[in-house]
């Protein structure tokens, strides 16, 4: 009989991840996996400023996250999609991740999947 096994998690306890950029050549990222909580929605705006680099008191729900960074760019959208899996519990894919643009989209995102 064979037995199915479930699908590896994307991070386990301890990763190490590597990507390339044509601007900054290959980083080695370890990342943590954190406590995966709750928060409400001014938690979760500080968390966003936070991961791109923006004045906290700036940000609404309304905000577009990607204008309202101090500088945007593909590791800063990976820093929010691991945010969302690590803290927040919740798998976005790549293109469901391009479709969102406020910070609304992502904090209705965790709401729904955790």
Same mark, same amino acid.
């Given at each position: 009989?064979?037995? %199915?096994?479930?699908?590896?998690? /994307?991070?386990?306890?301890? @990763?190490?991840?590597?990507l390339y950029s044509?601007?900054?050549? =290959? ?25 791109? %680099?923006?004045?906290?008191?700036? /940000?609404?729900?309304?905000? @577009? ?9 593909? =590791?800063?959208?990976?820093s929010i999609l ?33």
């Amino acid at each position: 009989m064979l037995h %199915e096994q479930s699908p590896a998690p /994307l991070l386990q306890e301890k @990763d190490v991840v590597f990507l390339y950029s044509q601007h900054i050549g =290959l980083v080695e990222l370890v990342l943590d996996r954190k406590e995966i909580y709750k928060m409400n929605e001014k938690q979760f705006i500080e968390e966003i400023a936070e991961i791109i %680099e923006a004045d906290a008191s700036g /940000l609404t729900m309304n905000s @577009d996250f990607r204008e309202s960074a101090d500088f945007w760019s593909s =590791l800063t959208g990976f820093s929010i999609l691991i945010f969302m899996q690590d803290r927040c519990g919740v798998n976005i894919s790549v293109d469901d991740f391009l479709k969102m643009n406020t910070v609304a989209d992502l904090y209705n995102t965790m709401a729904k999947g955790s």
